[in-house]
């Protein structure tokens, strides 16, 4: 198990997503929740964001799509 915590610039930049697009994913309850540390601006786990994408794998591409539009 991993204890490496990823920003949203990370974020960004592993998907190739926009600021918009990641917020919408993230309002949407597609995206996993952050772990936020106090007095710390959010963090998302490697193994979530790990688990998450083996989970969604196949369907990744056009829920991206989605949300964009």
Do not use: C, H
Request: proline share 6%; glycine share 2%; no cysteine.
């Amino acid at each position: 198990m991993s204890n490496s915590y990823l920003s949203i610039s990370n974020i960004l930049n592993r998907y190739g997503l926009s600021r918009t697009t990641f917020f919408k994913l993230r309002k949407s309850g597609y995206f996993p929740n952050p772990v936020t540390p106090k007095n710390f601006n959010p963090r998302w786990s490697l193994d979530d964001l790990l688990s998450w994408e083996a989970q969604n794998n196949n369907s990744q591409d056009s829920t991206f799509s989605e949300a964009e539009a």
